[in-house]
């Protein structure tokens, strides 16, 4: 296994595609996206473009589907949910098939939606992630982050790093795919016994605080409270993994 990590969607390379692909939005999306399928919910599909979220999400009726919408941390107007996983109870999403579109995850599901593999990953359910990659062991595989717009962001690079920090042996230097594999280590090392601080710290955290949304960051600094483990299973569609 060769291992990468990208902190955004556009700082991966150009016309390459890994065999497999851990996308990573901590705050929040793919937190939401394992807590909804943790309690229920049929499917998540993502979007990057609102407007084709709600041409495909009318297919369906009402009362079968969720439509999730989120930017710059405040909950679209039309939508039913914005991207708080605290929202994605049993009762509100048991059954129902989502629809998600948020300001910075869904670009990455998007960037490696042709990938083999494609799993959603975040601090909640973070070991589930490695189990399935030390089972299967594939070949090329991408720890990609969402950061904020573009850019760089602590929380999805910490978890990159709790991942990689259980994969990588550093006696192996074939496995390492780029220097951000070990600057990510680094940083879940510093920091693991600390995440939420570190997550109040981050810029984004900040967003999130003077939203009053306290207690999603303390959710989504949660280590694996799920062994939930979100995979594609048609191109920008995520189910539960058999």
């Not at 940083?187 to 601080?197: A, F, G, I, V």
């Amino acid at each position: 296994m060769k291992i990468s990590v990208y902190y955004t969607p556009e700082s991966t390379p150009e016309n390459e595609i890994p065999d497999c692909a851990v996308v990573i939005d901590v705050l929040r999306a793919t937190t939401t996206i394992v807590t909804a399928l943790n309690n229920g919910a049929k499917s998540v599909k993502a979007y990057s473009n609102l407007d084709l979220l709600t041409k495909e999400s009318n297919l369906l009726p009402p009362e079968s589907r969720l439509r999730l919408g989120e930017r710059g941390g405040k909950k679209v107007d039309f939508c039913d949910l914005g991207n708080s996983p605290l929202d994605c109870t049993v009762e509100t999403v048991s059954g129902k098939q989502l629809f998600i579109s948020t300001t910075n995850g869904t670009r990455s599901l998007q960037r490696v939606q042709e990938a083999k593999t494609v799993i959603a990953g975040a601090m909640i359910n973070f070991q589930a992630v490695v189990d399935y990659l030390q089972e299967k062991q594939p070949e090329t595989l991408w720890l990609l982050g969402s950061g904020w717009e573009g850019g760089y962001s602590l929380e999805d690079t910490v978890c990159a790093g709790a991942i990689a920090s259980l994969l990588v042996d550093t006696g192996k230097p074939d496995m390492i795919g780029n220097d951000e594999v070990i600057a990510s280590i680094a940083l879940y090392q510093q920091w693991q016994d600390k995440l939420l601080d570190l997550f109040k710290l981050s810029s984004h955290g900040q967003r999130l605080l003077r939203l009053a949304l306290d207690d999603d960051l303390k959710y989504c600094s949660q280590k694996n409270i799920t062994d939930t483990l979100p995979i594609q299973t048609s191109l920008g569609l995520v189910s539960l993994s058999n």
